[in-house]
């Protein structure tokens, strides 16, 4: 069963740091991978989305890497802002079972931005 | 594009009342997604639908969970009856299938369902 790990689970930094989250999982038979930014009470937004056979994709400040062979993933912003305090979700989409589009996620970390 | 709408967005109920979640997909998506949110379990996936049709329900925790999905634009989650470990928030969610690796899901505000 495909586990997914993100660490850390809470993250508290000054504004204007970068910084780099971490997702780990442990199938590395996927289709994809997403980062996911969920703002209190509110649903998931998706930021990136790094296929199989990329490695990277970016957007803005935002950069995900992707290594499968050691089942890792990382997502890294630049110049941290008070905006981007958020929970930040990383998931996979799994190509076992014929059920390509089920997506399992990690446990999220929890970003402050302090200005 | 309105996005993927829910209703209600606060729920509040008995133990042992029916609850029914309501959620209309993105227009020309094709896939329907429910998830259910907790502190202890995280996200998972509860039922999925292609062209209307269930597909994987193996996540769907007990019989007192159903999911049913009458046409392209609406989607119900009912618990009947509902229990105090039901209480969660349930994201409903849609994509357009094409098959390839760049598929991505977008999500509904969710239905934050108390039950006491």
């Known amino acids: 069963k495909q586990e997914v790990t993100q660490i850390p689970a809470a993250l508290s930094v000054p504004e204007g740091e970068n910084l780099v989250l971490n997702c780990s999982f442990t199938d590395s038979a996927i289709y994809n991978l997403q980062w996911f930014r969920q703002d209190p009470g509110k649903g998931l937004t998706s930021l990136l989305l790094i296929q199989s056979s990329q490695r990277e994709q970016t957007s803005g400040r935002l950069n995900a890497s992707l290594d499968k062979s050691s089942g890792r993933s990382t997502l890294y912003i630049a110049a941290s802002q008070p905006g981007d305090s958020a929970t930040y979700l990383c998931a996979v989409t799994l190509i076992s079972s014929g059920s390509a589009r089920q997506l399992t996620f990690g446990s999220g970390t929890q970003l402050t931005v302090l200005p | 594009d309105a996005g993927v709408i829910q209703s209600p967005r606060h729920e509040v109920t008995e133990m042992g009342q029916e609850v029914t979640l309501r959620c209309k997909p993105i227009s020309g998506h094709n896939s329907l997604f429910w998830y259910r949110q907790t502190m202890m379990r995280g996200l998972e996936l509860l039922i999925y639908?292609?062209?209307?049709?269930?597909?994987?329900d193996s996540g769907m925790p007990e019989d007192r969970f159903s999911a049913k999905m009458p046409n392209a634009s609406f989607s119900t989650l009912k618990i009947q009856p509902s229990e105090p470990r039901d209480s969660a928030v349930y994201f409903c969610a849609s994509s357009r299938t094409s098959g390839g690796p760049q598929e991505t899901q977008y999500f509904g505000p969710g239905t934050r369902l108390l039950v006491l």
């Open positions: 639908f292609n062209n209307n049709v269930p597909i994987d």
